[in-house]
């Protein structure tokens, strides 16, 4: 057991005029199981890539660890799984290599077939297998969620929670539970380490937030207060003084040195609150630096003038002789949230793109409304690049609106100013929600709306869906997220 130390880590992109890290300084320990979390375009992958070493920055990283990042770029996808993973682990053991296949429930004879016919989950879980073979490494795995089904999901959880010495780069809240024993979080400010799963340390957050925000409420009304007391005690004092040089009442002189002890103390009691009010307001400066604003997103749907949008009967797609569905079939209605559940490869996303429009070869019998208004969330991002002001204006969308979802998303304003293909995973996947949230639409059909997408930004896109309740149909492997949204669930 041994440990990773970082001490006063800054960095910054070439070009760039913010900082992603400043005088950072914490500790890992190498035996942890470590969920790594933070709103996108924080600098999570960012940092990974620091302790590989892949870009200079000032401070120190110290450790008596190498590093092993996941995943893998495979450059030939076509060679058989077995010599892809002699690339990567070149002198693993085979008996090794079937263990953890067994435990992650992988065939061994996908061995011998070429790596490129794996589905995207076969291949995360291969390559995770390969992964913890590493003997004396500290793991860094980035998003391994992002190609599992729900089920894949649980069972790498389950694979993980075993293991230990890693970072887990994740966004799933149900499967960071299960599987980490510290949280390490990106804040707003700083970095901090917490010991627990990442509900443990939601539920600190919000315990510090509500308890910062009350306390910025209570020195607000103090400093208020005392501004306005120091003002009237002043005044008075000036008051004061200026009768020195007068009479009293009955025509006899002022005792000026009363006058002037008396409009000395009260100068003096004056500045003891102009004192207590500046260590209130440098109090309160220290507040609110961590507090994350998500405000409240909006969506304006258009209302159908049929109940029934859509139906499917004994619906089954084709690509060329292949047929990717079984006999799908299920309606939708006006409001309903339609989660669309199934393993990888059983035609999900298919049956998304026939009810979007796309080109798809079909048998059975096919039904949407007439003039029905769709938006479209892709799980692809690759296609983004240019501006968002040209992307904006190539969608015919509002820009005022388009951005403002996005600074709702936790954008900033540099950001604006920026190509898109620069952008984060997640911070791509947001350009996407936030177009669809700024069209008006019937139905909203979203293919993996969540891929690399933040926490808080999940939660507020679970509040959305809640107040506004529009009708939607999607696909989604987080589980707290279906469970929280789906009023129904079709099964393929």
């Keep these: 057991m041994s440990t990773i130390k970082v001490t006063n880590l800054t960095f910054a992109y070439d070009g760039s ?20 979390t933070g709103r996108n375009g924080r600098g999570k992958t960012t940092f990974l890539q620091l302790l590989l070493g892949r870009h200079e920055y000032s401070g ?5 660890v190498t590093f092993e990042y996941f995943p893998y770029l495979i450059e ?13 682990i070149p002198d693993y ?13 992988i065939d061994e004879e996908v061995l011998y077939r070429p790596f490129a016919t ?17 003997e004396n490494s500290f793991l860094l795995i980035d998003e391994p969620t992002n190609h599992l089904d729900m089920e894949g999901r649980k069972l790498v959880s389950d694979y993980l929670q075993t293991k230990h010495g890693f970072i887990l780069v994740s966004h799933d809240r149900a499967f960071l539970d299960n599987c980490v024993d510290h949280i390490l979080s990106i804040n707003k400010t700083n970095i901090e380490i917490q010991k627990g799963n990442f509900s443990t340390w939601w539920e600190n957050k919000q315990r510090q937030d509500h308890f910062e925000l009350a306390e910025n409420e209570r020195l607000k009304k103090d400093i208020k207060r005392l501004s306005e007391s120091a003002k009237r005690t002043s005044g008075w004092s000036h008051e004061v003084e200026k009768t020195k040089n007068g009479t009293t009442n009955s025509g006899s002189k002022v005792d000026k040195g009363y006058i002037g002890h008396k409009a000395a103390k009260m100068m003096k009691r004056s500045k003891s609150i102009e004192q207590r009010q500046h260590s209130a307001i440098e109090d309160k400066a220290k507040l609110l630096k961590n507090v994350e604003q998500s405000e409240a997103l909006k969506i304006s749907p258009l209302t159908y003038h049929k109940d029934r949008l859509i139906e499917l009967e004994d619906v089954a797609i084709f690509y060329g002789d292949k047929q990717v569905t079984g006999s799908v079939r299920f309606s939708i ?3 309903e949230r339609i989660a669309l559940s199934g393993k990888n490869g059983s035609g999900k996303s298919s049956i998304l793109k026939l009810i979007c429009g796309e080109d798809v070869s079909y048998t059975g ?35 005022s609106l388009f951005k403002a979802i996005l600074r709702k998303l936790d954008f900033s304003r540099t950001q604006f100013e920026k190509d898109m293909a620069s952008f984060s995973g997640g911070q791509k996947k947001k350009v996407l929600i936030a177009k669809s949230l700024s069209e008006r639409a019937h139905l909203y059909v979203w293919d993996e709306p969540l891929n690399f997408i933040d926490v808080l930004s999940r939660m507020q896109l679970e509040e959305l869906l809640l107040e506004h309740a529009p009708t939607i149909l999607f696909v989604e492997h987080d589980r707290e997220f279906c469970q929280n949204i789906a009023t ?3 099964e393929l």
């Design 488 to 490: 129904k669930v079709v």
């Design 118 to 134: 794996l589905s995207n989950g076969e291949q995360t879980k291969v390559l995770l297998a390969a992964l913890f073979l590493k």
């Design 93 to 105: 053991m085979e008996w090794e290599l079937l263990r953890e296949f067994s435990y992650l429930q």
């Design 76 to 88: 030939n996808k076509q060679q058989n799984t077995a010599d892809v993973i002699s690339e990567v």
């Design 333 to 335: 209605s006006q409001g």
């Design 17 to 36: 005029f913010d900082h992603i890290f400043e005088n950072v300084s914490f500790q890992i320990d190498t035996d942890w199981k470590l969920g790594f």
């Design 365 to 399: 019998t096919f039904r949407q409304g007439s003039q029905l208004k769709i938006s479209y969330v892709s799980q692809d991002t690759s296609h983004l690049q240019g501006s968002l002001t040209a992307y904006a204006k190539s969608n015919d969308i509002d820009e």
């Design 60 to 64: 120190t990283i110290s450790s008596q």
